[in-house]
């Protein structure tokens, strides 16, 4: 195998391997620093034995998920305040061909889901991810993680359970969902309390990340009449220069909050029911540093 055909190779998996690697790890530069260690022990394998590039690469993109989430379970425990996950830029590139896998993937990156997926151990989180996002066979799961493929049925029926009782159910389709949230995102943005509190569920919840480096809940805010008061006064303190941006983060809509042009905040909801049951509000400024901030708030 050629060098070009070994990066071509890489290249064409390499979607599949960052949403592999995100989906584990809920940080998109961890993920890349995983996928770069692919990579690099891609370029040295025996490639002319490896039967199945993608099977292989998938395997030891896992492996090394799996050993940097065991080594970031110990940082989260000293983080300040609610943790969430870094938002992430959806664009399955060539990894959902069609509108229903796309939702599939769109529901396994979700802000919910990732965030009960950090209650799951590694293993557990490994087994849901290969499964559900990206449907591997047990077979081949249990041989990306060296276990029995009962053990892996097993651990796929735990993680499955676990996730179903855990997260929100969506209710709407899309274009609802997202009118919805814009609707609500603007009524934050004016500080509309009266708006806010048409469109939050009565047990809505507020979570707040700011890793302790910039202002924002260090608990999470529960009922609507707190979420509500608490966006309508940070609406009356607007940060500096602020523009806003809608996009699409993980799988859904989202509004980007910037500051003198850099990222400030990602503001995003879950929907259920007709109602915003959920807002998430980013500020930690290493998680928003990735996010694309060179297109005009109106695009």
């Known amino acids: 195998m050629t060098t070009d055909t070994t990066t071509e190779v890489f290249e064409e998996h390499r979607p599949v391997l960052m949403g592999v690697a995100y989906r584990m790890l809920g940080r998109v530069a961890d993920a890349e620093d995983v996928v770069q260690e692919a990579w690099l022990r891609w370029s040295r394998a025996d490639r002319d034995a490896v039967r199945e590039p993608r099977a292989y690469l998938v395997r030891v993109t896992t492996r090394l998920a799996v050993d940097r989430l065991r080594q970031a379970q110990a940082r989260k425990e000293a983080y300040v305040g609610p943790w969430l996950p870094e938002p992430y830029v959806t664009d399955f590139g060539d990894t959902a061909p069609d509108a229903a896998d796309r939702a599939v993937l769109a529901d396994s990156v979700s802000l919910a889901v990732l965030v009960v997926l950090e209650s799951l151990s590694p293993l557990e989180r490994a087994v849901f991810v290969l499964r559900e996002a990206f449907g591997f066979p047990f077979g081949e799961i249990a041989a990306t993680l060296d276990r ?9 029926a735990r993680a499955r359970k676990h996730v179903d009782e855990r997260r929100p159910r969506y209710d709407v389709d899309p274009a609802e969902r997202r009118d919805l949230t814009e609707r609500f995102l603007a009524a934050a943005v004016e500080g509309d309390l009266k708006g806010l509190m ?15 480096r910039a202002k924002a809940p260090l608990r999470v805010l529960q009922t609507a009449d ?13 940060p500096a220069d602020m523009s806003l941006r809608f996009l699409e983060l993980n799988g859904g809509p989202a509004l980007l909050v910037l500051s003198g042009g850099k990222p400030d905040t990602v503001f995003q909801v879950d929907v259920v029911d007709g109602r915003v049951q959920c807002v998430y509000a980013i500020r930690n400024p290493d998680k928003l540093a990735s996010l694309p901030v060179d297109r005009q708030p109106d695009e």
């Open 226 to 238: 707190k979420v509500g008061r608490f966006l309508a006064a940070v609406a009356g303190q607007p």
């Open 198 to 212: 048409e469109l939050l569920a009565p047990g809505a919840r507020l979570i707040g990340d700011s890793g302790g």
């Open 148 to 156: 029995s493929e009962a053990a892996v049925r097993q651990l796929a």
